[in-house]
């Protein structure tokens, strides 16, 4: 008996194993380097989402600590003396300039909340992907 021939009777002689040897039939190489250029998009799309995410949410506590902020200078008298902290000292300001730097603050927040939720475009591309993929799956089904 030849090396090959011995190997082949050293096979599993149960029925499932059949099914598992022609299931293991070499992969189309195409469809396998679409899958894997699925999970590296997949992986990478995911990263940008969580890190949009952590800053959405940090902008989401500036913008409260700056509304907080204004609120409780707006109940303050007109002749309080303020003072903005820059660096290591403080810098006296009146409660107008106060008040419009907190302003400026918030719209600048707003704004960049706004962009980052426009990221939704991350999560259309991956689904675009994997219906390509499953196009291409049932295209080879139907030949």
């Given at each position: ?6 190997t ?13 040897l022609?299931m ?7 469809l396998?380097?679409?899958?894997s250029e699925?999970q590296?998009k997949?992986i ?6 969580k890190?949009a ?5 940090q902008?989401s ?5 700056t509304?907080l ?18 660096g290591?000292?403080?810098?006296l ?10 302003t ?5 927040v ?14 259309r591309s991956?689904?675009?992907a ?6 291409m ?6 030949h």
């Amino acid at each position: 008996m030849s090396p090959a021939a011995s190997t082949c009777c050293k096979l599993p002689r149960r029925r499932g194993a059949l099914v598992r040897l022609k299931m293991a039939a070499p992969v189309d190489l195409e469809l396998k380097k679409a899958f894997s250029e699925l999970q590296v998009k997949m992986i990478d799309t995911q990263q940008k989402v969580k890190l949009a995410d952590l800053q959405i949410d940090q902008l989401s506590r500036v913008h409260k600590h700056t509304k907080l902020t204004q609120a409780e200078i707006s109940t303050l008298p007109s002749n309080t003396r303020l003072y903005e902290g820059v660096g290591r000292m403080f810098i006296l300001q009146s409660k107008e300039e106060i008040d419009g730097l907190l302003t400026d603050k918030q719209k600048t927040v707003d704004d960049k909340i706004k962009e980052l939720e426009k990221k939704v475009y991350l999560e259309r591309s991956v689904k675009e992907a994997e219906d390509n993929i499953r196009e291409m799956l049932l295209s080879r089904r139907a030949h």
